[in-house]
């Protein structure tokens, strides 16, 4: 192990680099290290990864850490042996004889952590394995994929239950960054962890700048977001289908981006190479649906951008999280349409799930169509869903640019009596011709200029009225007929809502979005020092990154790189102050990054 005499501080120090814990990181790791099990709730980038890396150092025995992806183990083990920590995983991209060394290390105690996918955890000839080895912890990571009720379950997460009952002794840590009050309470029940301790850490990633914008023409809207704001930089553009990831990143490619597509209809491949390209190198931009992101590790992802809506706020608040993860500035956009909104009622409808999940999944993706509709402070929109608190932030789209609501009772009863006195099936373009009084063919056909709702809305203009029923269907007052022609229907909401005449309060249609800029190109609005310097740096760490074959965030994040081109030391004492600076890194890497800094200060004299 690399030290059971250490204590947590003093490996946090010495190991990681890092001077103190932060929020409740000491109080976890002091409650596993003493044997108890966990649930750890705690925002991507917060340092969830020490809660268990640590007390797995600490405690006697290999530390087995559940991860649902193959693809990611190598980078997180290669993270690890970086700081001198005997880690190692298993997997089938593995050789036969790799899998045999490795096994032999877990039995023979020569090894500190080992990362598994739950479908070879479960194997009766792995777990046999474990039945004869000195274990140190289970941790199960991205534990969201045990709970149907989560955003990306996975069958073989829901058998780790057997954990409790084959190794009682072991301590077990459950740990996710997305997960509401139903999903965690779902999730201690499925792993038995009700005797251990929750904790819960908040949500709150105020580095991150929420936007969500009215679709009118999606790919337009997201180019013009990534050139006035990321023209340089890393990032992850969300498509819902895979025909139009391919045509995204095809098209964005003859933008003159380096865009890569992921979806699980690409070969395995195809996907891991396209992977390692993000991950590796700088620029490129991820065009995924969500068959990518979990468990990425990429620091500098400066923007995430949704061409349509997720299916709920846990799964947006995943995806965005994998922008800024350094803790430097970043952008997370979404176009929104309300089509989108019913695409994804008809997904839950088509499911086979039973009917208390879908009406669950319905009443989540209600909370995410009310997050997209908001005339108030987005951040706390999602605070609120998760539990947590917070005040307006300054940081998202409807701070910046707070948008104006009125009392939309009136113009929801006409909408609504619309769509019930043309017999609920003619879609919006045709209720707006009828309440602005069209002379049209069509509707003379049907005898609609005969309603009482004909022409009752001619002083309201086209883009309010797509504005106003875009808001009643977030707010489940009508529904869409997805798989007819789009037409409008009430739903018992709506009905009452016309019989009970309450009152609603509407978000006014202004045609514009503020965005913030300045989030590119590593937040270098926040960066006092030499950029010349940063840039010198990165190329170092890039061709260390090159020769071992690693991610070079794997060497030093950015902000090490930052601190390294601000402070400018001259000795290794200088050097070793500074974040993420542990002793092997110190160790491999410190004297070629003073020269580089000794060499750069040369060539620009002095």
């Given at each position: 192990m690399t030290s059971a005499q250490s204590s947590p501080l003093q490996i946090l120090q010495k190991t990681y680099g890092y001077t103190k814990f932060r929020g409740q990181q000491e109080e976890i790791i002091a409650h596993v290290i003493g044997g108890k099990n966990a649930f750890i709730l705690m925002p991507t980038a917060a340092g969830k990864s020490l809660c268990y890396q640590i007390p797995a150092l600490c405690?006697?025995?290999?530390?087995?850490?559940?991860?649902?992806?193959?693809?990611?183990?190598?980078?997180?083990?290669?993270?690890?042996?970086?700081?001198?920590i005997k880690a190692a995983a298993i997997n089938s991209s593995m050789s036969p004889n790799h899998i045999r060394e490795t096994e032999a290390k877990i039995r023979n105690g020569e090894i500190d952590m080992v990362y598994v996918a739950p479908e070879r955890l479960l194997m009766e000839d792995f777990l046999d394995l474990l039945d004869g080895s000195k274990l140190a912890l289970f941790a199960i990571d991205e534990a969201h994929c045990v709970s149907q009720w989560g955003h990306d379950f996975r069958p073989h997460y829901a058998q780790l239950s057997l954990l409790a009952t084959r190794y009682p002794d072991i301590p077990r840590l459950a740990l996710t960054a997305t997960a509401d009050a139903p999903t965690r309470k779902n999730i201690v029940n499925c792993l038995q962890l009700a005797d251990g301790q929750t904790f819960i850490a908040g949500f709150d990633r105020p580095n991150i700048h929420y936007s969500i914008v009215i679709k009118d023409n999606a790919k337009q809207q997201i180019l013009r977001f990534i050139k006035d704001n990321h023209a340089h930089d890393s990032g992850i553009v969300y498509c819902l289908s895979r025909a139009a990831t391919e045509e995204m990143a095809e098209w964005l490619c003859e933008q003159g981006f380096k865009a890569l597509p992921y979806h699980a209809g690409l070969s395995a491949e195809i996907r891991s190479r396209n992977q390692e390209r993000f991950l590796r190198e700088d620029k490129i931009i991820m065009v995924a649906t969500i068959a990518f992101g979990m468990g990425i590790d990429k620091p500098d992802v400066r923007f995430v951008a949704h061409m349509t809506i997720p299916k709920n706020i846990e799964a947006y608040y995943q995806e965005t999280g994998r922008a800024g993860r350094d803790g430097l500035p970043a952008n997370a956009l979404m176009v929104y349409g309300m089509g989108d909104a019913a695409?994804?009622?008809?997904?839950?409808?088509?499911?086979?799930?039973p009917d208390n999940q879908k009406r669950i999944e319905h009443q989540k993706l209600n909370a995410l169509l009310g997050l997209c509709e908001a005339a108030g402070c987005r951040r706390q929109i999602i605070l609120d869903y998760f539990g947590d608190t917070g005040t307006p932030c300054g940081n998202c789209d409807t701070c910046l640019a707070p948008p104006e609501t009125f009392d939309g009772t009136v113009a929801a009863q006409?909408?609504?009596s619309c769509v019930y006195r043309t017999d609920q099936r003619f879609g919006v373009g045709y209720l707006i011709d009828v309440l602005l009084g069209k002379d049209d063919e069509r509707i003379r056909q049907f005898q609609h200029d005969k309603t009482s709702t004909f022409g009752i809305g001619a002083d309201t203009g086209k883009p309010e009225w797509q504005s106003i029923f875009r808001q009643l269907v977030a707010k489940n007052l009508l529904m869409v007929d997805i798989e007819g022609h789009g037409g409008l229907s009430l739903t018992p909401q709506g009905q009452a809502f016309l019989k009970e005449k309450k009152t609603i309060l509407l978000r006014k249609y202004t045609g514009k979005i503020k965005l913030r800029r300045g989030a590119s190109s590593g937040a270098a609005e926040d960066f006092e020092g030499d950029p010349s310097l940063l840039t010198a740096l990165k190329t170092t760490r890039l061709t260390l990154a090159k020769a071992q074959n690693v991610p070079p965030y794997v060497i030093f994040h950015d902000k090490t790189l930052r601190e390294m081109a601000t402070a400018r030391p001259e000795t290794l004492a200088a050097l070793a102050r500074l974040h993420g600076m542990g002793e092997k890194k110190m160790e491999r890497y410190g004297k070629i990054f003073l020269d580089a800094i000794a060499q750069h200060g040369a060539a620009a004299g002095g």
């Open positions: 405690r006697a025995g290999v530390g087995i850490i559940v991860s649902p992806l193959i693809a990611l183990m190598q980078d997180q083990v290669d993270a690890l042996r970086q700081l001198g695409m994804q009622r008809n997904f839950i409808e088509s499911s086979t799930a006409k909408a609504l």
